[in-house]
């Protein structure tokens, strides 16, 4: 399969659980926060990384 069917494929299916809890928790952010969550995360553009360093704060550093 190629990566752009494996990347159709993940699109088609419902966010986890703890996907969902992290993009009402990116969106409810302030741009301020936003920032300091994402230098947390290494800088990465990746709202996923951010929501990651805020879980790993937390002592919340499995993976769900």
């Known amino acids: ?3 752009r069917a494996n ?3 993940e699109l088609d299916r ?3 659980a703890d996907e969902h ?3 009402t928790w990116w969106n ?3 741009t301020a926060e936003r920032q300091r969550w994402m ?3 290494g800088d ?3 709202a996923a990384d951010a929501w990651s360093a805020f879980k790993k704060s937390q002592g919340q550093d499995h993976q769900s």
């Open 21 to 23: 809890a992290g993009m």
């Open 1 to 3: 399969m190629t990566s």
């Open 7 to 9: 990347a159709t494929l």
């Open 14 to 16: 419902q966010p986890s």
């Open 44 to 46: 990465t553009g990746i």
């Open 39 to 41: 230098r947390a995360a």
């Open 28 to 30: 409810s952010l302030t």
